[in-house]
């Protein structure tokens, strides 16, 4: 079992930056990568960045040279850098961690861009 809980979610103007955590607890270990979602308002979820447990970091095309992902295996926590914020990145972001064939997710924090 592993457990995913977010923080850094809030309201910011478009343009501004926020930076999003996510801690891991339990069975830490298993976990391979780790990842960010986001789902708007009648959206689907949609995967945003992900981390290999390798470091090898992987970005969708709609934030790609605005978000940073990291990641700190000694602290099982992954964090996630947003620059530049648009109102269309407004969404409830949640953190994920795959362990073999499965996905834990965590509780979501929400992040909210205004002009």
């Known amino acids: 079992q592993v457990r995913l809980v977010e923080s850094g979610g809030g309201l910011v103007q478009a343009g501004g930056s926020l930076r999003l955590s996510c801690a891991a607890s339990?069975?830490?270990?298993?976990?391979?990568?780790m990842g960010w979602y986001r789902q708007a308002p009648g959206k689907q979820r949609e995967m945003v960045a992900m981390i290999t447990s390798g470091g090898s970091s992987y970005y969708a095309d709609s934030v790609k040279g605005r978000f940073t992902i990291s990641r700190d295996n000694t602290k099982n926590t992954a964090e996630l850098q947003m620059n530049s914020l648009k109102l269309e990145d407004t969404a409830v972001y949640y953190c994920?961690?795959?362990?073999?064939?499965?996905?834990?997710w965590g509780q979501g924090t929400k992040v909210t861009v205004s002009s």
């Open positions: 339990g069975s830490t270990l298993s976990i391979n990568s």
């Open positions: 994920a961690a795959g362990v073999r064939s499965y996905t834990y």
